[in-house]
C-alpha cells in the first residue's frame, strides 16, 4: 500500500510543483546574496564591526544557507499540504474510496499508510533543500565562520563546528513537516475534493503564526500551546549554547500534535459513512 501511495502522489504533475517553487527561491536567494551580499554583510555588520576586529570569509555558504532556511521553512508547509491535503480526499473526490477500503486492510491502517506517504514526500523535499540550500551554498559561496546577528545577541559559530547544527536543524524541520501533514491529513478526512483541506491547512498556519509573531498579552498566553510557535525551534541549533530544554520542549509539543490528529482522523475516518 505504501508504494501505491508514494506513485499516486509522484505520478501528479503537482507534486514537481514545490520542487521547482524551492529551487527557484533558493536560486534567486543565492543569487541576490552573490550579487549584493558584501553590502547586506556591511550593513548587518555595521554595529559590530566598530566593537570587534573580524576577518575571514564572512558571506559563506553556512551564512546563505541560514538565510535560506529562514525565508522557506516558514513557506514549506504550504507546500506540504497540496501533497497531504489530498491524501484522503482525493479518493473521495475521485471516488475510489470505497475500492480502497475492499482490500484487506484496516482504516487505521490506510490512514497511517498515507500519512506515511505524506511524511516521505515532506522528507524529500528537505532533502532536496539540504541539497540546492547547502550543498550549492557551500559550492558557491565556500565555508568559514558563521555569524548569527539576533536582534538582542551576536553569535560566531566556528567552522568546525557547524555542520552538526544543520544536521539536527533538518532533522527537527522534518519534524514540524510531519506534523503539518498530519494536520493536513486531519483536514482531508472532512473533504470530498483537495481544494478545501489544502486551503484549510494553509490558512490555520497562517494565522497560527500571526498569532504567534504578535506581541499582544492576550496572545502571549496561547502562544506556548501553538504548535506554530514550536515550529521555529530549529534557530536555536545555531544559538551558543544550544537551548536543548526549550528544543526538547518543542519536540513534545510537535509529537503531541502528531498524535492528536492522526488519531482524530482514524477515530473520524472509522465512523465515517463511505459513500463513493
Known amino acids: 500500500m505504501l508504494r501505491l501511495e508514494l506513485y499516486k ?27 549584493d551580499g558584501t553590502s547586506f554583510v556591511s550593513f548587518a555588520m555595521q554595529g559590530v564591526g566598530e566593537q570587534f576586529a573580524i576577518s575571514g570569509n564572512i558571506l559563506n555558504g553556512y ?6 532556511l ?22 473521495a473526490n475521485m471516488g475510489t474510496m470505497r475500492l480502497l477500503l475492499t482490500k484487506p486492510v484496516t482504516r ?12 516521505a514526500y515532506a522528507m524529500l523535499l528537505l532533502v532536496w533543500l539540504a541539497v540546492v540550500g547547502l550543498g550549492l551554498s557551500l559550492l558557491v559561496f565556500g565555508t568559514g565562520d558563521m555569524i548569527n546577528l ?6 560566531m559559530l ?37 481544494i478545501g ?26 502562544k506556548p500551546y501553538l504548535f506554530t510557535t514550536h515550529m521555529i525551534a530549529w534557530k536555536g541549533f545555531f544559538d551558543d549554547p544550544v537551548p536543548y530544554d526549550a528544543i ?18 482514524m477515530v473520524i475516518f472509522n465512523r465515517k459513512d463511505i459513500q463513493s
Open 248 to 265: 526538547m520542549k518543542s519536540v513534545m509539543v510537535l509529537v503531541v500534535y502528531i498524535v492528536l490528529f492522526i488519531s482524530a482522523t
Open 197 to 222: 483541506p489544502i486551503i484549510g491547512t494553509m490558512g490555520v498556519i497562517v494565522v497560527l503564526t500571526i498569532f504567534s509573531n504578535l506581541e499582544i498579552p492576550l496572545f502571549n498566553l496561547v
Open 108 to 119: 487505521n491502517n490506510v490512514v497511517l499508510v498515507k500519512y506515511i506517504a505524506s511524511i
Open 70 to 91: 529562514q525565508s522557506l521553512l516558514v513557506h514549506i508547509p504550504l507546500l506540504v499540504a497540496l501533497v497531504a491535503g489530498d491524501v484522503l480526499a482525493g479518493e
Open 9 to 35: 502522489i509522484f505520478r501528479r504533475p503537482r507534486t514537481y510543483i514545490s520542487f521547482l517553487i524551492m529551487t527557484a527561491v533558493t536560486l534567486l536567494i543565492q543569487v541576490a546574496m552573490y550579487v
Open 63 to 68: 551564512l546563505v544557507t541560514y538565510l535560506v
Open 150 to 155: 539576533k536582534s538582542d545577541a551576536f553569535i
Open 158 to 194: 566556528l567552522e568546525n563546528d557547524i555542520m552538526w547544527r544543520y544536521m539536527l536543524a533538518f532533522a527537527f524541520a522534518g519534524l514540524a513537516m510531519a506534523t503539518v501533514a498530519a494536520l493536513a491529513v486531519f483536514l482531508s478526512v472532512f473533504a470530498d475534493n483537495s
